[in-house]
């Protein structure tokens, strides 16, 4: 596989990279809205292609909408340094703190942007904004944040998540809704403690990461070319296991960073969450069981001209992922005792 790489890009990757670290290794939160802004204005080249014409709507979106949590956080920092003695006030200028960081990480209710610029980006880039970007904002929201209100957001973000997957038909746009609900399992193993939420996001994007170079080597960016492509077998075998695992079924990988939140959130008598949450996590597998189910069921006699051969020496890497992903539960199994 050739990448086309230039200098330039790898520029605006190495100061994507080191903007996060400004932002969560910040003693200050002025510190942490510089890192953001370089974050902001390095991924902006990076998704601006000329070739794409959705590529530069999705840029100047992601620009506007990170702008205005950018000066909302700003003015709230601000504020909070001057008036720090009023309680009340300081706690109305912590959910405006945190309302910033969740519109700058894509959470509901500001999740608009989200999948609509999604549906403009590169596999890679979609990878990139839905786990890297997802890091700095975060943890800035793990410094200060309103209880009650992260887990309303919490809540929100799992329901949306689920439901607006339901009607997609675009892929892109349904791991878009997947990553938000996600974010609501991502949220509240932040709540309970950082090294969890570590955990959680490390085993999140190595999911996406095999399911968004799977559909970058296939080409695939709608649902129904998973099923007009005859691809071999063992590839839909794969992309169905790592989907399993993203939804959270036991055996697999996903199940085990689920299975230690809802664990936390059932010894704090979070009984109405945890139910919200595993009722949800079933709609999410409800729609990826529809799209792998369909994709084996659908064998298109007159299209035998299309076989795929995907030609690769990253495929066995592919499936070396996705076996780790199907050993899950044993790994997860060797943690936890």
């Known amino acids: 596989m050739l990448i086309n790489i230039n200098s330039n890009k790898m520029f605006f990757y190495f100061t994507l990279f080191f903007s996060t670290l400004i932002a969560i290794s910040s003693n200050s939160w002025l510190g942490c809205w510089i890192g953001l802004e370089i974050n902001l204005l390095s991924f902006i080249p990076l998704i601006s ?7 530069s709507e999705a840029s100047l979106k992601y620009f506007l909408t990170q702008s205005i949590a950018s000066i909302n956080f700003l003015f709230s920092i601000l504020m909070k340094m001057m008036l720090l003695k009023n309680f009340e006030i300081n706690n109305l200028l912590t959910i405006m703190i945190n309302s910033s960081m969740l519109m700058k990480m894509g959470s509901a209710p500001f999740h608009f942007w989200f999948p609509n610029i999604i549906e403009g980006l590169s596999w890679l ?12 904002p975060m943890i800035i929201l793990s410094y200060c944040f309103s209880k009650n209100f992260i887990i309303i957001i919490m809540t929100i973000n799992v329901i949306i998540g689920a439901i607006s997957g339901l009607n997609q038909t675009s892929l892109r746009k349904l791991m878009a809704f997947s990553s938000i609900n996600n974010l609501g399992w991502m949220l509240s193993s932040i709540m309970i403690s950082e090294n969890l939420w570590m955990l959680y996001f490390i085993m999140y994007s190595f999911l996406i990461s095999t399911l968004c170079f799977f559909f970058y080597m296939l080409n695939m960016f709608f649902i129904n070319q998973l099923y007009t ?26 199940f085990f960073p689920k299975w230690i939140v809802i664990n936390f959130l059932m010894e704090n008598n979070f009984f109405l969450l945890t139910l919200i949450f595993i009722m949800m996590s079933l709609i999410m597998l409800f729609f990826y069981i529809r799209i792998t189910y369909s994709s084996f069921m659908f064998n298109y006699l007159k299209l ?11 495929l066995s890497l592919m499936n070396l992922f996705s076996l780790i992903s199907i050993l899950g539960m044993i790994f997860s199994t060797f943690f936890f005792y």
């Open 125 to 136: 880039n979609s990878f990139i904004l839905m786990t890297w970007q997802k890091i700095s």
């Open 229 to 254: 492509s005859n691809m071999n077998y063992m590839i839909k075998f794969m992309i169905m296991m790592n989907f399993l695992s993203l939804g959270g079924l036991p055996p697999f990988l996903g």
């Open 304 to 314: 035998k001209w299309l076989k795929i051969h995907i030609k690769n020496n990253l």
């Open 49 to 55: 292609n000329s070739t794409n014409l959705l590529s």
